[in-house]
C-alpha cells in the first residue's frame, strides 16, 4: 500500500510552486504598472506593388536555384554509391 509518502511531497511542492508563481506574478505587474509603459504598435514597411512582384520573382527564382543543385548533388551520390556498390559486389 505504500507511496502516501511520494504523493503528499508532490502536493507538498505543487503548493509551493504556485505561492512562488503568484509572488512573482505581482512583482511582473508592480513593475509594468509604471505611467511610462505604453503599447506601441508595430510599424511594418509598406512596398509598391511592383517591387513586391520583383522581390517575389527573387526568391522564387532563388528557389528554384536552391532545388536544382539539391536534384543534382542527389543524382551524383546516387550514381556513385551505386557504382561502389556493384564494384564491390563483383
Not at 508592480?30 to 508595430?42: A, D, L
Not at 511592383?50 to 532563388?62: M, Q, Y
Amino acid at each position: 500500500m505504500g507511496g502516501g509518502g511520494f504523493a503528499s511531497h508532490a502536493i507538498k511542492t505543487m503548493k509551493q510552486n504556485r505561492t512562488m508563481l503568484k509572488k512573482h506574478r505581482s512583482k511582473k505587474s508592480k513593475r509594468f504598472s509604471s505611467s511610462n509603459h505604453t503599447e506601441e504598435k508595430p510599424a511594418y514597411k509598406t512596398v509598391s506593388p511592383e517591387k513586391l512582384k520583383h522581390i517575389k520573382a527573387r526568391i522564387k527564382k532563388e528557389g528554384d536555384a536552391v532545388k536544382r543543385r539539391d536534384f543534382i548533388i542527389t543524382v551524383v551520390v546516387i550514381t556513385i554509391f551505386t557504382g561502389l556498390f556493384f564494384l564491390w559486389v563483383l
